[in-house]
């Protein structure tokens, strides 16, 4: 799918909005994504049963959509699998030094007018954009 289409984007974007909005209230936890699957093997039980509730949301709410617009959803063939590796292992490497990922710094942090939130999200956005320009210049992988 490589067309925008502004419907979908703004229930998605609505839908993360809610989902976070009921998590702090609900639960009084922020929605990061990474912190919550960091937290999964966790040893406190009460704390470990929202956590996989949620990332089972997650998987849910991607299948359901799957299910109702297989079309949206492309196989993407022809990435080296070392390079896959290394980037999974750069994201999971980010978001430990920076604290947490895109959805709790870019969705709850600066919906919270939290400097720290600000500067990381621009800092993950300016790395999105410099990995893009070197795996589809530097490596020759394109979209």
């Known amino acids: 799918?490589?067309?925008?289409?502004?419907?979908?984007?703004?229930?998605?974007?609505?839908?993360?909005?809610?989902?976070?909005v009921a998590l702090m209230a609900l639960n009084g936890r922020i929605a990061g994504v990474s912190g919550i699957a960091g937290g999964l093997l966790s040893n406190t039980e009460g704390d470990r049963s929202w956590r996989?509730?949620?990332?089972?949301?997650l998987l849910i709410g991607a299948g359901g959509h799957e299910l109702l617009r297989p079309e949206t959803f492309e196989l993407r063939e022809g990435f080296p699998v070392m390079l896959l590796i290394a980037a999974g292992l750069l994201v999971g490497i980010g978001t430990r030094i920076g604290g947490g990922c895109t959805s709790?710094?870019?969705?709850?942090?600066?919906?919270r007018l939290s400097t720290r939130s600000l500067v990381a999200t621009i800092t993950f956005m300016i790395a999105a954009a410099v990995t893009v320009a070197v795996v589809r210049h530097g490596f020759g992988v394109g979209p």
Do not use: K
């Open 1 to 20: 799918m490589t067309e925008f289409t502004p419907v979908s984007a703004l229930i998605g974007g609505a839908l993360i909005g809610l989902a976070a």
């Open 52 to 57: 996989w509730l949620f990332v089972l949301g």
């Open 104 to 111: 709790g710094h870019g969705v709850c942090g600066i919906s």
